[in-house]
């Protein structure tokens, strides 16, 4: 047997490798890199969840933001990845909200807009443009073809319930060349209601007017504004923003479409300052008490979000448009094969109109686009508030009818027509006599007429003479002077 020498063994224990020691600070990081990325997992997750919840018991009442959570993981995620609704069109500075308001059912064309505006935002300077499209403004609405604008709704709803505003949208985004990712459509009714809700809203009258032909239930009813400021409720502000009859300048569309604007900027200082409707729980629940009268694609999350955006406008921030026919507006008058009255570009295309929207928020566009309806004379007037009826006073068929379409196409309101009684006939000279109630001027109607077609307003209406309609206002008798 060989000699062991184990002291030689030991020593030669020095000439093995020691195995390498892992440094404490490698380990750290690989218990931390599995742990970071779960937590970044979760806090997307997190943040993602409360970005687009819809439940209202998630959002603080008083800054409208998802609440601050309470466990610590979700306060980790919340420091991380602070929940943040991406509204489509921030990116671009340029935020566009088309405003649909319509009768509703119940009302005649229920489904016609009587309101179409775009709200146009602008995120870093908290700059808003309301631009004002008339509802007879011809466009081409799809496969239906030339169209009055504010039929493209009515169309959408035909082809499947609830999809006119989404229809409306994608048409009035292709015509005007802009992106609009968000809509709102309201009827009457909904209107009514938001308005008394908020206890009604303050409106500064710049114009007294009356409108004797305000629609009713199955008749025109009268109604009134005077000049200054009051508050008024659902159906007074509904009022104010659909009369289109009225005198003293109040009575075409363009000067509705301010009017609207007035009452919609009215509401957004309302609701403002009304601590209770900028409640997420309040604000859920009247969405779901309107929700047949109502539709938008806008989510929850995202109403919140613009209503957070509206409390940074000031008032000398919003920007106003109308598109109107006047002498430095964009349209112009025309009547269509259908002897419809319309409006189009007064330059045959969109190119002018599109290029002012574009750059709305640049201070040289404004100048020109800011031009209001006050004066009547500085457009075409409607002079539709006033009921018109022709008689004819001659042998000549049809004169009368013929008369009509040419009084309509100069947008008087052409009630009836007919034949004076025989024994009158032949009336040897035109003349037009005044049926108006004594508290409603129609002057500004008559003088209008009388220069339209060259007669006399004649104040002595002989026994017999009598209109068709009750409603009738003012008489025009065709006599043979009359020529074509």
Request: glycine share 6%; net charge negative; no cysteine.
């Amino acid at each position: 047997m060989d000699n062991v020498n184990f002291l030689h063994r030991k020593d030669n224990l020095n000439d093995f490798e020691k195995k390498p020691k892992r440094s404490p600070k490698k380990w750290l990081i690989l218990l931390l890199i599995p742990l970071f990325l779960a937590l970044t997992v979760y806090g997307y997750s997190y943040s993602k969840k409360m970005s687009n919840t819809q439940n209202p018991l998630d959002y603080n009442e008083n800054t409208l933001e998802p609440k601050k959570p309470e466990g610590i993981l979700q306060k980790i995620a919340y420091l991380l990845f602070k929940p943040e609704t991406k509204l489509e069109g921030a990116k671009d500075d340029r935020i566009n909200i088309l405003l649909l308001g319509m009768g509703g059912p119940g009302h005649d064309g229920p489904y016609l807009t009587d309101t179409i505006m775009i709200v146009s935002i602008k995120p870093s300077t908290n700059d808003v443009a309301f631009i004002s499209i008339p509802r007879d403004l011809g466009i081409t609405i799809g496969n239906y073809g030339f169209r009055k604008i504010n039929s493209a709704n009515a169309y959408g709803e035909m082809a499947q319930a609830n999809w006119g505003g989404a229809y409306a949208t994608q048409i009035i985004s292709k015509e005007f060349g802009i992106e609009i990712p968000y809509y709102i459509r309201i009827d009457f009714k909904a209107f009514e209601s938001i308005i008394n809700e908020v206890g009604g809203v303050k409106v500064n009258v710049e114009t007294s007017f009356t409108d004797y032909m305000y629609p009713g239930i199955y008749t025109y009813k009268t109604i009134s504004f005077k000049k200054g400021e009051q508050t008024m409720d659902g159906e007074t502000a509904l009022e104010f923003s659909r009369s289109r009859h009225g005198n003293n300048g109040e009575g075409s569309d363009f000067a509705r479409a301010s009017r609207q604007q007035k009452i919609i900027q009215a509401l957004k200082d309302k609701i403002l300052s009304f601590n209770t409707l900028t409640n997420p729980v309040k604000i859920k629940n009247i969405m779901e008490t309107l929700e047949s009268h109502m539709t938008t694609n806008m989510q929850f999350d995202e109403i919140l979000s613009f209503i957070r955006m509206a409390k940074e406008i000031q008032g000398e921030n919003i920007k106003k448009l109308v598109l109107d026919n006047s002498v430095e507006g964009y349209l112009t008058n025309f009547v269509d094969s259908n002897g419809a009255f319309m409006l189009r570009p007064k330059t045959g295309n969109f190119n002018d109109i599109n290029n002012t929207i574009k750059n709305i928020f640049t201070d040289e566009t404004i100048t020109q686009t800011e031009t209001q309806v006050t004066n009547p004379e500085q457009e075409n007037p409607n002079f539709d508030w006033a009921s018109v009826e022709i008689q004819n006073g001659t042998w000549q068929a049809g004169l009368a009818a013929r008369l009509k379409q040419r009084l309509l196409d100069e947008k008087f309101y052409v009630e009836d027509v007919g034949n004076i009684p025989v024994e009158f006939k032949p009336f040897s000279e035109s003349v037009i006599y005044s049926f108006a109630p004594k508290n409603k001027d129609v002057s500004p109607v008559l003088q209008a007429l009388a220069k339209e077609l060259n007669m006399k307003i004649e104040t002595n209406i002989p026994q017999g003479i009598n209109p068709v309609a009750s409603s009738t206002d003012i008489m025009v008798v065709l006599g043979d002077d009359f020529v074509e």
